[in-house]
């Protein structure tokens, strides 16, 4: 039904995956989330000025008022009530990439520098004479918005054990198994249906007919914030 090139995809490349593992060994962090890389991706492309996201970001930054009536904005009371499901790990996975980019951008501040997020996925290995070697700081607000993004649209991919943001995707109903119509697929180059394709994709696949006026419909899965 629809289809993701790479390159339309945002998430954490592999330098920046690694930058994140070697802040985790420095601050012996006892846990950490999978989620950490894409609210790491979020925060750096948000800085920059050529992001080819921009459009994407600016939309995300406007959505953020309906994802403050999430779980991850509950009071203490109701959050209590979340002890005896799945939503209460959900809860904590985005409180330890919290954590873990915090950790990440004081202990390399230089990371943003706009000169200093890559274009191409790889941090480069010098700092532009005419660029500042560390950017602004990290504000609370803003990590939060990149927390709250990440775990309400981003998209878990098992096979690869990463998150990514799927632009779009987030226009596409929640709801349960048994309402679900449709569900997202990750393509490897060997599997994806252009063999010309440089590189994996995303999909959207039906998985029952679709009435043309039906809304698609995604399994939320029982850890969705919204749902709950």
Known sequence: L???PEDRVLGAHSALRGELGQ???ASRAAESSPLSGLVAALLLENRRTDSPFHAYLEYLHEEFRALRQSALFWPAPHLSALNATLGLETLRAAARSHRD???LFQLSPELLAPSRVPSSGAVPGGVPRD???QGLPLFEAEVHWAVSVSVCRGIWDHRLGVWSLLPGSELLARGDRAA???RLRRLGVEETSCPASPAPAWELVAIRDIAAEEP???DGGVGNLELL
Do not use: E
Request: glycine letters at 0%; zero cysteines.
């Open 131 to 133: 660029a500042s070697p």
């Open 216 to 218: 698609l419909v995604l």
């Open 180 to 182: 679900a119509n449709v």
């Open 2 to 4: 629809m289809a993701w």
């Open 23 to 25: 802040t985790r060994a």
């Open 101 to 103: 980019v915090v950790a």
